[in-house]
């Protein structure tokens, strides 16, 4: 199974910060990544597809970027309703895979 | 408006059984591949079978593999999970998921989850 690492795996920050969090994919995922948002005791939100395409509905302060092995979500300014885990997700081959998670916790 | 809402979750004694069910509103399920993935609480999210449109075809996890069986009924607008042999670390919250329409095996929406714990 293709693994993935997200670093890190927790962070302090202030609302209005410029945030980033990298997912390194231990196989060639080409472009076929996702990334996605989950606050306590709810369901993941998706926020992007295909590594940098935005979800309908998401905020344009979310983006993503890179391909091949290493991809980063970037959060531009950091909002309080942003606080929250962000996790990886490759669907390259079965079986999908999530990263760890970052936990993105105000500073 | 899409909704997924999971039920069948409870507490249950390593060995047994449970079926999950998954009720989908607001989309045309016929057309939509569906997933389900697992989160241990407190813990990070694992996916756990996936199945084609056409009522056959299950894909899983090998962790699952040969104990649960994915299935739906498109003309209940469900998707199923039937879980046997169940084990302490089958413990965690039951989510299903759609899969994205436009892309490979990312998932689009969610519900809100349903809890299974195993445990003697």
């Known amino acids: 199974a293709i693994q993935l690492t997200q670093s890190p795996s927790s962070l302090s920050a202030s609302v209005g910060d410029r945030v980033t969090i990298t997912c390194r994919a231990s196989?060639?995922?080409?472009?076929?990544l996702a990334w996605y948002q989950q606050k306590p005791g709810k369901a993941p939100d998706l926020l992007i597809y295909e590594a940098s395409i935005l979800q309908a509905g998401v905020s344009s302060r979310f983006g993503g970027s890179g391909f091949g092995t290493d991809f980063t979500l970037t959060i531009s300014s950091l909002q309080p309703e942003d606080f929250a885990t962000y996790y990886c997700q490759q669907f390259k081959t079965y079986p999908v895979t999530f990263g760890g998670g970052t936990k993105v916790e105000i500073k | 408006e899409v909704r997924l809402v999971e039920s069948g979750g409870g507490f249950l004694q390593p060995g047994g059984s449970v079926r999950l069910a998954c009720a989908a509103t607001g989309f045309t399920f016929r057309n939509y591949w569906m997933h389900w993935v697992r989160q241990v609480p407190g813990k990070g999210l694992e996916w756990v079978s996936r199945?084609?449109?056409?009522?056959?075809?299950?894909t899983y996890a090998d962790s699952v593999k040969g104990r649960f069986t994915v299935s739906r009924d498109n003309a209940r607008n469900t998707l199923y999970l039937q879980m046997n042999g169940l084990r302490v670390e089958d413990t965690a919250v039951y989510y299903c998921?759609?899969?994205?329409?436009?892309?490979?095996?990312?998932?689009?929406?969610w519900g809100q989850g349903t809890l299974v714990i195993v445990s003697s």
């Open positions: 196989h060639d995922i080409r472009r076929l």
């Open positions: 199945v084609n449109t056409d009522e056959n075809g299950g």
């Open positions: 998921a759609r899969n994205h329409p436009k892309t490979g095996d990312s998932f689009d929406f």
